[in-house]
């Protein structure tokens, strides 16, 4: 079982507040970085696929950056809103195994106080 | 729309009893996963299948079994043997390998 890990495990910030999260992940046999958002009582929701190092990707006020090289990936929140409260969960594919196994971290449990 | 549906939402087992939990996608996708929740731990995967009459063990596979005899179904049934099966099931589905997953909404099953 691969080890991915993520931090904060929760933080709380106010609304217009910015945020970041870690994701550290395997940095040998690397394959992609999903992100997903998971609100309360809904289904987990793909945010991003990435593949390549130094890869950026954004969807709205929602960015990620990626380092394979060692291991880690950063989400980033822009002017926090309350309906980007949800779980936020990072899974590394490896390379190799020839299937498409996703090894999940715990996620990081955000709280935009209005 | 296309989706995964799980079903049932809630499900109550008593010790002893087998129980099947569903998991149907419209998506035409090829792999289907099922991940099981813990508090505070991440999503472990159950069992796997990337293609038709053919599924694969995950990490925690001991007291679980599936089908995979359609394309659009990817039943999971835990046994009597499984030893803690109060959690939360996800199931999942992807067209290949670098795509997002698709999930449904996931059923919660308690031991009584």
């Given amino acids: ?114 | 729309d296309g989706g995964i549906t799980q079903s049932p939402k809630y499900l109550f087992r008593k010790e002893g009893q087998n129980v099947t939990l569903s998991c149907e996608q419209n998506l035409n996708h090829d792999a289907m996963y099922w991940y099981r929740q813990d508090p505070g731990q991440g999503l472990r995967l159950i069992y796997y299948s990337q293609i038709v009459n053919d599924f694969q063990k995950g990490d925690i596979a001991e007291g679980y079994s599936v089908s995979r005899e359609k394309k659009e179904s990817f039943p999971l049934t835990v046994t009597s043997a499984q030893k803690n099966p109060t959690a939360f099931y996800l199931c999942a589905s992807t067209a290949r390998r670098v795509a997002h997953y698709t999930f449904g909404s996931g059923t919660r099953l308690t031991v009584v």
Avoid at chain 1, 25 to 31: A, E, T
Avoid at chain 1, 32 to 47: G, V
């Fill in chain 1, 1 to 114: 079982i691969l080890n991915v890990e993520q931090s904060p495990q929760s933080l709380h910030v106010q609304e217009g507040d910015s945020t970041n999260f870690t994701c550290s992940f395997p940095s040998s046999n690397f394959y992609a970085l999903h992100w997903y958002r998971w609100e309360t009582a809904k289904s987990p929701e793909a945010l991003f696929v990435m593949t390549l190092n130094g890869d950026e990707k954004k969807k709205g006020r929602i960015s990620a950056t990626l380092n394979t090289k060692e291991g880690y990936s950063y989400l980033y929140i822009k002017g926090s809103q309350p309906e980007d409260s949800a779980t936020y969960l990072c899974a590394f594919m490896e390379w190799g195994t020839g299937a498409n196994n996703l090894f999940f971290g715990t996620g990081t449990r955000l709280t935009v106080i209005p």
